[in-house]
């Protein structure tokens, strides 16, 4: 079982940064495929940057240059430096723990509770 706690969401001009944090429970951490997904008013889920237990990132196409992974394993957590904000990028993003798919694709069976990215242009 893995409890995730996010924090670091706010409000921010365009351009602006902010960094979230994602602080998890359990001893098996490092065994996990950490994601942050977001979610924008009438949309879908969508994920944003993963990075699996081996160390290997993705990131989303819009999201590339502006925003960072990275995984404290000596903390249990990861973090999101979001860098260069735009508009776009608002939306509630979530935390996710989970593990590889026998199809190529990943569960995701554990979920933070949201905070919210507010950009203003």
């Known amino acids: 079982q893995v409890q995730l706690v996010e924090s670091g969401g706010g409000l921010v001009q365009a351009g602006g940064s902010l960094r979230l944090s994602c602080a998890a429970s359990?001893?098996?951490?490092?065994?996990?495929?950490m994601a942050w997904y977001r979610q924008a008013p009438g949309k879908q889920r969508e994920v944003v940057a993963r990075?699996?237990?081996?160390?290997?990132?993705y990131y989303k196409d819009s999201v590339k240059g502006r925003f960072t992974l990275s995984k404290d394993n000596t903390k249990n957590s990861v973090y999101l430096q979001m860098d260069s904000l735009k508009p776009e990028d608002t939306a509630v993003y979530y935390c996710?723990?989970?593990?590889?798919?026998?199809?190529?694709?990943?569960?995701?069976?554990?979920w933070g509770q949201g905070t919210q990215v507010t950009v203003s242009s």
């Open positions: 359990g001893r098996t951490f490092t065994m996990y495929t």
């Open positions: 996710a723990a989970g593990s590889a798919a026998s199809d190529r694709g990943y569960v995701w069976p554990y």
């Open positions: 990075i699996t237990d081996g160390g290997m990132l």
